[in-house]
């Protein structure tokens, strides 16, 4: 298996565009789930899907960040508009379930700069 | 709030050395632990797991504690090679259906 995929790999756009990130998720995975990390805040949990169904966004930033999961082997993460704080490494992960015990992997990231 | 500090934040170490980085936790009702490496440019991947009933954890050259009373854990790595360099992260999770709440993390350069 390819692992977690994501894409771009780096991005760099301009303040009030719209940016829309990629993930892949590793097959017959159930749980999906997407980190920010900066220097100032570590890691973050942003969001995590079960199942193709969002269970927990309390992690959103603001309203600017969307997620989507319409099928189980894709997900967006959509910043619209984007702003400089918003620079940051995207990570994806996946999980056979979505239990305590269960292992995530990682994708390589989204180092994304606004600026 | 569940805080989550590393210490120290870098370490450089000749290679052969026992070396031992800590995580600390400000509330010490969680659920388990789990430490985590980071290569540059690549995401994370699981080492160890300690549920909170657990005092350590073994996988080769690695050995996690967790002392859940004082709020801290350890990560021993023995013996250190190069190919150890990386960024070791811990995170704990509150409760059975809580997210992870990560450290900052340690920086690890084991040079030859």
């Known amino acids: 298996d390819a692992g977690v995929i994501q894409s771009p790999r780096h991005e760099v756009t301009e303040m009030g565009q719209e940016v829309t990130l990629r993930c892949k998720p590793i097959?017959?995975?159930?749980?999906l789930f997407w980190y920010r990390q900066t220097m100032m805040r570590g890691l973050e949990l942003l969001i995590y899907f079960n199942n193709n169904v969002p269970i927990d966004d309390s992690g959103m930033p603001e309203d600017r960040f969307s997620a989507k999961m319409p099928n189980a082997s894709f997900s967006t993460l959509k910043i619209q508009p984007s702003e400089p704080r918003d620079s940051a490494v995207y990570f994806c992960?996946?999980?056979?379930?979505?239990?305590?015990?269960?292992?995530?992997?990682f994708g390589p990231g989204t180092r994304l700069t606004v600026l | 709030k569940q805080e989550v500090t590393q210490i120290p934040a870098a370490l450089s170490v000749p290679e052969g050395e026992n070396l031992v980085l800590n995580c600390s936790f400000t509330d010490s009702a969680i659920y388990n632990l789990q430490w985590f490496r980071q290569d540059p440019g690549k995401g994370l991947t699981s080492l160890l797991l300690i549920q909170s009933s657990q005092r350590e954890q073994t996988s080769g050259r690695l050995n996690a504690s967790l002392d859940k009373s004082s709020g801290r854990s350890t990560l021993y790595i023995a013996a250190s090679q190069p190919g150890d360099s990386a960024t070791y992260l811990c995170?704990?999770?509150?409760?059975?259906?809580?997210?992870?709440?990560f450290g900052t993390g340690t920086r690890l350069q084991v040079f030859p």
């Open positions: 995170a704990v999770r509150p409760h059975l259906v809580g997210k992870l709440i």
């Open positions: 097959s017959g995975h159930n749980s």
């Open positions: 992960a996946s999980s056979f379930r979505v239990t305590p015990t269960d292992t995530q992997y």
